[in-house]
């Protein structure tokens, strides 16, 4: 009996020490999962609209239509009030950004074009973002507009490190909504029912599908999405959709009509580089301004039905300041929030940005900087996310204490713009201080403005005359700043 009982008591000894185990390896393996999910470095989107001004989103200050999804974003995250675009158009904007570099350093500076299909292409020795986050370990993908190298050259986002590219390469063919083709790595993507003559697909519509599945198939490792949407520049159409019917009606109309300058429509005698008529200007960009914002809502939503959202950065931003082409308004819709200029100005209307950045569980929800950042801080900011090194060509200073509002921020010393148009056009921002000279190539060399952005936001006070020692520090910015460059030179 003795035996017996000896034998249960082993057997069932054994039976509870197999189960223990077995029960260690599956805490073992969810402390794993987690470790491992804590680990994992997060998603990252960067969204650029092209051509929104600072005041065209509602929670900068919009009147005549809401982005309430955009807005919700400013809610979940931190709002900046003082960042800036790299430049005050497409190309040199979009440089700037990917190589980290101020306009008197990064290779492209201007809008500078090619025959055929495409822009001066991005040399094959920048290192850009899309290559840093290589080296982090992400996946990464660009959708919507390129600009920066036709396709096969040195300067195609494929060979300046994204895994994928969906869209337009040609910020020319970018002037139309209803191109024959896209463009998906180097291969040319016909798009149903468009020849020039007819309207049928949306270009924006297929990029915004593409990019939400590009989130969708790298869901289980980091990746790096940048989404340059072509949205709001012109020209001014949208589809007959209940997004355009929602504001036909909603304004006080002047049709933009063949009578006006750089006005072509589709047709056998269509002009690419020029601009659909419209007879509802206004009701067009309202709706296209808000298509944009459904799109970022669209991949708001994508994140949360995966299950990624707590794991992903969100940054939004503009290319420049607000157009005036192809029928657009910017003074009804006060589209440069108040501030003077627009595209193409470097005041603070054509290159101060809207920025809102969203990391659930790091940034607090509802935030507002005053924080001074431009679009080459975007790099080092990344690199610092990510724990990779940053390229030391970068003129960019991380904000991501900001982001995570620790005190140990770093301010610029000095911000600094070059434009190679209309006899060249330079500006510097020091503290408070915006020294702007156009016509700089003229002698002497244009005339030197000098603004208190403390007390004049709007630029409409020269008080060059008043602080000449300011003024002489500022024109020795202007020329220490500025690397000579054989494309963009100044005289």
Not at 189 to 196: P, S, T, V
């Amino acid at each position: 009996m003795k035996l017996r009982f000896t034998s249960i008591f082993s057997f069932l000894f054994v039976i509870a020490l197999f189960l223990s185990l077995g029960s260690c390896k599956e805490e073992a393996k969810t402390v794993n999962k987690n470790d491992a999910k804590k680990e994992q470095k997060p998603n990252i989107i960067y969204i650029l609209a092209d051509d929104l001004g600072y005041g065209d989103l509602s929670s900068y200050g919009q009147e005549k239509f809401k982005t309430p999804r955009i807005d919700e974003l400013a809610k979940r995250g931190i709002t900046f009030t003082q960042h800036y675009s790299g430049a005050p158009v497409c190309a040199p904007a979009r440089s700037s950004l990917m190589t980290g570099q101020h306009t008197g350093h990064t290779p492209i500076r201007g809008n500078k074009e090619l025959e055929g299909e495409g822009q001066t292409p991005l040399p094959g020795n920048s290192v850009t973002i899309a290559e840093m986050m290589k080296k982090a370990g992400y996946t990464t993908g660009a959708f919507g507009k390129w600009g920066l190298g036709f396709i096969g050259s040195e300067g195609d986002p494929v060979a300046q490190g994204f895994d994928e590219f969906y869209g337009y390469n040609c910020q020319r063919m970018a002037h139309r909504y209803y191109p024959p083709h896209l463009w998906h790595n180097e291969d040319k993507i016909l798009l149903e029912g468009n020849d020039w003559t007819k309207t049928e697909t949306y270009a924006p519509d297929k990029i915004q599908e593409a990019t939400l599945e590009f989130i969708e198939k790298n869901k289980e490792k980091p990746f790096f999405a940048y989404v340059p949407f072509v949205l709001p520049h012109a020209e001014l159409i949208s589809p007959n959709d209940s997004i355009f019917n929602k504001f036909k009606d909603s304004f006080d109309e002047t049709p933009f009509t063949a009578e006006n300058d750089f006005t072509s429509d589709y047709g056998p005698d269509i002009v690419h580089m020029e601009y659909a008529p419209q007879l509802k200007p206004h009701a067009a960009f309202a709706s296209m301004v808000y298509r944009m914002d459904v799109y970022v809502g669209q991949i708001l939503d994508k994140l949360e039905e995966l299950g990624i959202a707590d794991n992903t950065i969100v940054m939004f931003a503009s290319d420049n300041g607000p157009h005036a082409e192809g029928g657009a308004d910017p003074a009804f819709f006060n589209s440069s929030g108040g501030l003077r200029g627009i595209k193409r100005d470097l005041y603070e209307g054509g290159i101060r940005s809207p920025f809102i950045v969203t990391w659930p569980n790091k940034i607090k929800a509802g935030t507002t900087s005053d924080h001074v950042s431009a679009f080459w801080d975007v790099m080092p900011t990344l690199g610092e996310i990510t724990k990779v090194d940053v390229p030391a060509s970068s003129d960019g200073i991380s904000f991501l204490p900001t982001l995570l509002d620790k005190d140990n921020q770093k301010e610029h010393n000095h911000l600094y713009w070059e434009f190679p148009i209309q006899q060249g056009r330079k500006a510097v921002r020091k503290g408070d201080w915006k020294g702007v000279i156009y016509n700089f190539n003229k002698k002497p060399q244009g005339i030197f403005e000098l603004y208190n952005l403390a007390d004049d936001e709007s630029e409409t006070k020269n008080v060059a005359n008043q602080h000449p020692e300011i003024v002489e520090e500022m024109k020795q910015i202007m020329e220490s700043e500025s690397e000579a460059s054989e494309l963009f030179p100044f005289k």
